[in-house]
């Protein structure tokens, strides 16, 4: 009898085992730094940790994006000695962020482009349309304009790994988020790179939402626009004058 | 303390010594030569990132207290001619409007942008050369003295001036005119500044001091009374049609504009008229070769946001 509940304990016990390893090897969600960005009077960007447990054998690639839309551009040509417009494009399906997180190596660019992911996949989404016909290189020019705002980017290096412990490893990735992020919700997708091949994905949500003064005026800016308009022309008037004042004192004469 | 702050309209995060700082030469500027500084602001807060329609008018509503405190600054030195800036204004008001219906068409045709940069670089080039071409010939004039005094002859353009009805007096200025050529060149004036998108001041400073024969010091100062008006008019226009003017931005820019209009206005009495001519007519110049520049060399990027400067 002894001998039978100790081949049973023995039994269960690495049920337990195999159990829990299978469970300490399954991929845990992403992990958030902030959550929320707050935006406030004294907002100058952020800094942004997203973090995660993978596999030990495997890698991840992070895309940060905004929503897609619609946007319309000039396009400036040389007409004589001047350039000016020649034609208008318009753009559409282009997220209004995308920032692309990716593991330290030189190749990592070329890989997020075959796995589908990447800033070549915005250039494959996008659609094009115009008053002029389209260059070719529209995407690349694109691309500079948002790289100039601080909007688009692709990392190599970003992922940064910590030691493998019980087969797994823990990333971590830090970017800026720029000032002239445009608020709302943002998606974070992780995606697990095995074997070269794209696997599982994790997604959160990151959200970018005004606070205190900057959301006040922003409401008495879209609610209240004559009330706006009137007020910070009353305030300047009387900055002006109240600094006359002041000034009149060692005032001189022409 | 922190060195930025975070502009709810523009939705960008700016350097506070570096606002402030762009408001004081401004506000210099505009006590100076009587100039609202649109002209020169506007570019430079694209150039730091700010949507070129927020940049437009914020800098209207930071031109409001610059432009308070550089009239009353001269109102006290008595340099304010308010008849002749009331004429001027109500045809500026006039020909705003005007303007305003001149872009839309402008900008239905196409290629707005290039012929408002195009108009500006001829308008500065024109006013900047003669004022300092002129300037310098008084300059030259006033060290050699001739003996014998010639009476100028009197030219087309006053005759016609002269013969213009109801004449009256403009006291401030010494000057005799009929009203109706103020309220035609105020006119004239506020369709290139609603074309321009500028409070106007750089021009109407040369309008008055060539076209109008007011003496120097009398045209800072009602300049400053008549591009006060304007820039109140824009701002509220602004903030409740198209809801661009950042609030936060224009009074960062008037912290140092205040203190640079009254330093200006101190300068100007310390200068003669043909230095501050010949001072205006370098800075009309440097920014119509900016401007020349920007339109004759190749863009970094040949793609620009629709509706940019």
Redesign the interface.
């Known amino acids: 009898m002894r001998y039978r509940i100790f081949i049973l304990f023995l039994l269960l016990a690495t049920g337990l085992m195999k159990v829990s390893g299978l469970a300490a090897q399954e991929t845990k969600g992403l992990v958030l730094s902030p959550e929320v960005i707050s ?7 952020s800094e942004l940790a997203i973090s995660g447990d993978i596999k030990a054998d495997d890698d991840v690639i992070i895309e940060i994006t905004g929503k897609d839309g619609t ?8 007409v004589g ?5 020649t034609g ?2 318009e753009l559409k399906n282009i997220p209004s962020f995308s920032l692309v997180l990716l593991p330290k190596g030189k190749d990592w660019l070329h890989k997020a482009d075959v796995l589908g992911l990447g800033l070549d996949q915005v250039k494959r989404r996008m659609v094009t349309s115009g008053s002029v016909p389209v260059p070719d290189n ?1 995407f690349d ?2 691309k ?2 948002k790289k ?2 601080e909007l688009y980017d692709e990392i190599v290096g970003a992922v940064n790994y910590s030691k493998t412990k019980d087969g797994m490893k823990h990333f971590m990735a830090k970017c800026n988020v720029p ?2 992020i ?2 709302g919700n943002y998606l974070i997708k992780a995606t697990v790179v095995t074997g070269g091949a794209a696997g599982q994905e994790l997604q959160s949500q990151l959200k970018v939402q ?1 606070v205190g ?3 006040f ?2 409401r008495l ?2 609610d209240q ?2 009330t ?6 009353i ?3 009387a ?7 002041l ?2 004192q060692s ?4 | 303390m ?1 060195w ?3 502009l ?2 523009a ?3 700016v350097a506070l010594p570096l606002i402030v700082g762009l408001g004081f030469v401004v506000g210099l500027l505009s006590g100076l030569f009587g100039v609202g500084g649109g002209f020169l602001m506007t570019p430079l807060l694209i150039m730091f ?1 700010i949507p070129p329609t927020v940049a437009a008018a914020s800098d209207s ?2 031109i ?7 009239s ?2 001269h109102y ?4 304010v001619d308010f008849k002749m800036g009331i004429f001027l204004l109500i045809g500026g008001v006039i020909g705003g409007a005007g303007g305003v219906q001149v872009i839309k068409i402008l900008r239905a045709l ?2 707005a ?2 012929l408002i940069m ?1 108009t500006y670089v001829l308008m500065l080039g024109f006013v900047g050369g003669y004022m300092l071409i002129e300037s310098l010939q008084a300059m030259r004039k006033n060290k050699v003295s001739s003996p014998v005094q010639f009476k100028p002859k009197e030219s087309a353009y006053a005759k016609m001036i002269k013969s213009l009805p109801y004449q009256m007096n403009f006291d401030k200025s010494g000057i005799v005119l009929s009203p109706v050529v103020p309220l035609f060149l105020g006119t004239l004036v506020g369709v290139l500044a609603a074309i321009m998108g500028v409070g106007g001041g750089f021009i109407m400073v040369p309008v008055m001091v060539y076209l109008l024969r007011m003496p120097m ?1 009398v045209v800072v100062g009602t300049s400053l009374f008549q591009v006060l008006f304007t820039c ?1 008019n824009v ?6 049609s198209n ?1 661009t ?1 950042d ?2 931005l ?2 960062l820019l ?2 140092g504009s ?2 640079g ?2 330093v200006g206005a ?1 300068l ?2 310390r200068l003669k008229d043909d230095q501050l001519k010949i001072y205006l007519a370098i800075l009309v110049l440097l920014v119509m070769v900016k401007m020349l520049y920007g ?5 970094h ?8 400067h």
């Open positions: 935006v406030g009077s004294f907002f100058s960007g946007n319309n551009f000039e396009l400036k040509g040389r000695p001047f350039w000016m417009t208008k494009v529209i020019m694109f500079k304009l100039s705002e000032s002239s445009a608020l005004e003064f900057v959301k005026v922003n800016a879209s626009r004559i706006y308009g009137v007020s910070a022309v305030i300047a008037l900055a002006g004058l109240l600094m006359g004042v000034f009149r005032g001189g004469s022409h | 922190p930025y702050i975070y709810p309209i939705h960008h995060s990132g509503n930071q409001v207290a610059a432009s308070a405190s550089g009353y600054a006290r030195l008595g340099n196409g290629n942008d290039f195009i010091h109140i701002t509220i226009l602004q903030a409740y809801r003017v609030f936060i224009a009074l008037l912290v205040v203190f209009a009254q101190r100007s009495t339109l004759v060399i190749e863009p990027n040949l793609l620009a946001y629709h509706g940019g």
